[in-house]
């Protein structure tokens, strides 16, 4: 009874992790392969091969991170695939103020993370993205001045690092 548990601990539904994991890695290259190959030759769009690469990237490291239960490769994962979403959809649709869409993924990949892991400092990191990509994209699209934005920006910076301060204190103080 106990060797058949221990058979069982590095598999899903009776089959070993590393096959399922050897399955995913072939099926998302093959599709990405597919992907690039169609959107250089049909869309003539020689940007998209990169962020396709990274949504199938990632895709393969959230299959990973939930296989093996590893935070890295979660937070990797939702960073590469929402990186690839955002500049498919900018790219493709010609979109402006790329760089916005491109820290909005980056701060919705460390909300994702946070509800996956648990991990506090995935919510800080999302909150300091998301409010440094709304920020920048107001000053981008003139509702603030340079020094208004300046002033709220550094202030809220100041604000961040000091909440994050006086929680790293209660931290190690327990």
Aim: glycine share 4%; net charge positive.
């Amino acid at each position: 009874m106990c060797v058949k548990n221990f058979d069982m601990r590095g598999r899903v539904f009776g089959i070993k992790k590393t096959t399922i994991l050897t399955a995913s890695f072939f099926v998302n290259l093959s599709l990405c392969l597919f992907l690039i190959l169609f959107s250089i030759f049909f869309w003539q769009n020689y940007f998209l091969w990169f962020f396709i690469f990274c949504f199938f990237a990632g895709l393969h490291a959230i299959i990973k991170s939930m296989l093996f239960r590893l935070d890295s490769a979660c937070y990797l994962g939702f960073l590469l695939c929402f990186l690839g979403v955002a500049g498919f959809t900018v790219y493709f649709l010609d979109l402006p103020f790329k760089y916005f869409y491109f820290m909005m993924a980056a701060a919705l990949a460390s909300f994702v993370s946070f509800l996956f892991t648990k991990q506090k400092f995935h919510i800080f990191l999302g909150i300091l993205l998301f409010a440094s990509g709304l920020l920048s994209f107001l000053y981008c699209i003139n509702v603030l001045n340079l020094a208004v934005f300046l002033s709220i920006y550094l202030l809220f910076l100041f604000i961040f690092v000091l909440v994050c301060v006086i929680l790293y204190f209660r931290y190690i103080r327990k």
